[in-house]
């Protein structure tokens, strides 16, 4: 596996269920992202890990929540969605060490319907 | 006002022309510009970034940045169906670790 992956990439739910999203980095990096995009609107930044430690936490609901076990790994666990929620959520892994090592690299998402 | 800027379009470009897309941004302090492309139901692809005033080629892609103006390009020249994409404009503040996106301009390229 190279680059970042992500899984699932489909996921239908219902409003009472738990479940969760998972990506992976095979870069070496050291921050990943979360990110939702909606239909005709900007990609939207969540979460932000760097070294493990969460540096951004951009006014999301608390039925997000982001877990980091390692540099490799990032999860975004979900409960009791609504469906404004439906979107395509992205993950995404950069260097994280400055200006030049900014460059962030795309999963290929996981698109989440919420019924 | 928005962070980062640019019109949704869509634009029509005839194959084999430059097409032209433009960012504006908001935030004086920004020094890290990005272009990404997405296709429809896929996840953003880097294209080019630029750090320094003035032009940056590559291959038929050239970004264009002017920080007086607040202002950041992408030309894509002798363009192809296969460019027929949304592009994203990103900008970052040094050290930070945070890309604020622009809404994307849908580009097509008619044979």
């Known amino acids: 596996e190279t680059g970042v992956t992500q899984t699932p990439r489909h996921l239908v739910m219902g409003m009472t269920n738990k479940k969760s999203l998972k990506c992976e980095q095979h870069?070496?990096?050291?921050?990943m992202y979360w990110y939702k995009q909606s239909a005709k609107k900007p990609l939207e930044l969540m979460f932000v890990?760097?070294?493990?430690?969460?540096?951004e936490n951009n006014s999301v609901p608390s039925r997000f929540s982001p877990e980091c076990p390692n540099s490799s790994h990032l999860f975004l666990h979900l409960h009791t969605l609504q469906p404004e929620d439906s979107a395509l959520y992205l993950c995404?892994?950069?260097?994280?060490?400055?200006?030049?090592?900014?460059?962030?690299?795309f999963g290929p998402g996981t698109r989440l319907t919420v019924l | 006002q928005k962070e980062v800027e640019q019109n949704s379009g869509p634009l029509s470009v005839p194959e084999g022309a430059i097409a032209s897309l433009n960012c504006t941004y908001s935030d004086r302090g920004s020094q890290s510009f990005f272009w990404y492309r997405q296709y429809s139901g896929k996840s953003p692809e880097l294209i080019m970034f630029?750090?320094?005033?003035g032009d940056k080629e590559d291959g038929r892609f050239t970004a264009q940045l002017n920080k007086a103006s607040q202002y950041v390009s992408l030309l894509i020249r002798d363009s192809q169906p296969s460019d027929s994409a949304t592009y994203l404009c990103?900008?970052?503040?040094?050290?930070?670790?945070?890309?604020?996106f622009g809404q994307g301009t849908r580009l097509t390229i008619n044979p």
């Open positions: 890990y760097s070294l493990e430690e969460r540096v």
């Open positions: 990103a900008v970052t503040i040094q050290g930070a670790q945070k890309l604020v």
């Open positions: 995404a892994s950069s260097q994280g060490q400055g200006a030049y090592s900014d460059t962030q690299y």
């Open positions: 630029i750090y320094s005033n």
């Open positions: 870069l070496g990096h050291n921050a």
